[in-house]
């Protein structure tokens, strides 16, 4: 009668199952790593692929701002001889769906702003130039008293951009304030290439820069504030004597009737004034009822990521061109 019983695993059968037992599993790790390291590539590619379509987005964004901005200048051309909040290229491009996320776009006119680098200084400075610094520091001052920052700030920065290393007196600061600061650095006494350097600056902190910020510019030249643009702070900041209800008289009068004459402006303003407070020969350089300077703020929104690009751009008489790109802050 055959045997039913099981033979008993010899120890040879026993270490060739254990053999099996680990070579399976050293593959299945290698698989499960391989697998993985697939995976990570993958998704790297992907996300490579989303911020790079985001990137393209963005600059389309900005050819569509640029065209505006284009259209504007053919347009001013015929007739509308302004810049003002109620044209085509200062409206806002809603959060607008495309391919994968979508697209939010804002111009925004740079002359509506203070110019920072209207404090810069040469060495040799012409007498003009120093007025105009001088009238610039003012509209500061009036500016940062308006937000109930300290107006110590005014000279600081004014040292800042100057092309001397005299400290003006008594809250100015040259070399020898921040050569003493952990980690020490110097004053640029050059224009500013973005208005963040303020925060260099003696006397201006996070909070200080923040409340400051949607208020200021710097930009590669000297430029005049557009009427049509500015906000109501920024009026007021222009004119001594101009209160809160006197602004919005003037923002109410663009509103209907956007200025196409420095001239008119002041008019309208010693109406309000009811006198002729405005010596209009000192303040007219600075004004300007049209800009040369905008931003354009691009933010665009994909599945996991968010792309924001700032483009500086400039129109001339002829033409619009891009000036500088930041991708993040500005
Ligand atoms: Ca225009
Ligand atoms: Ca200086």
Do not use: C
């Amino acid at each position: 009668m055959p045997s039913n019983r099981v033979k008993p695993r010899t120890h040879e059968q026993g270490v060739a199952l254990l053999t099996a037992i680990i070579i399976v599993s050293m593959a299945s790790i290698a698989a499960v790593a391989m697998t993985h390291d697939l995976q990570l590539s993958i998704r790297r590619t992907g996300n490579i692929q989303t911020a790079d379509q985001g990137y393209f987005y963005t600059l389309g964004s900005e050819a569509w701002s640029r065209g505006m901005l284009i259209r504007d200048l053919k347009n001013r051309k015929k007739k509308e001889d302004y810049d003002g909040l109620d044209e085509d290229w200062a409206q806002e491009l809603p959060p607008t769906p495309l391919e994968g996320g979508e697209v939010r776009a804002v111009t925004t006119d740079l002359q509506a702003r203070f110019n920072l680098n209207n404090l810069y200084l040469e060495k040799e400075a012409k007498d003009e130039d120093k007025k105009l610094a001088a009238s610039a520091l003012t509209i500061f001052q009036r500016l940062l008293r308006l937000l109930e920052l300290p107006e110590s700030i005014t000279q600081a920065t004014a040292d800042w951009l100057d092309e001397n290393v005299n400290a003006l007196f008594p809250n100015g600061a040259e070399d020898m304030e921040y050569l003493s600061l952990d980690p020490p650095y110097r004053t640029a006494n050059g224009r500013m290439a973005s208005p963040t350097e303020l925060r260099l600056i003696k006397g201006v902190d996070q909070e200080v820069f923040e409340k400051l910020a949607p208020y200021i510019t710097a930009l590669p030249e000297r430029s005049a504030i557009n009427v049509n643009t500015a906000d109501k702070l920024l009026l007021q900041a222009l004119f001594d004597g101009l209160d809160e209800a006197d602004a919005e008289l003037l923002l109410s009068e663009r509103e209907e009737n956007p200025f196409t004459e420095t001239q008119t402006f002041l008019t309208k303003l010693n109406d309000i004034l009811d006198e002729n407070a405005v010596e209009s020969e000192e303040i007219e350089p600075l004004l300007s009822v049209d800009s040369h300077f905008f931003q354009l703020e691009t933010v665009v929104r994909m599945e996991n990521s968010s792309q924001r690009l700032i483009s500086l751009l400039h129109k001339s008489e002829k033409d619009v061109v891009v000036v500088s790109r930041t991708i993040g802050a500005y």
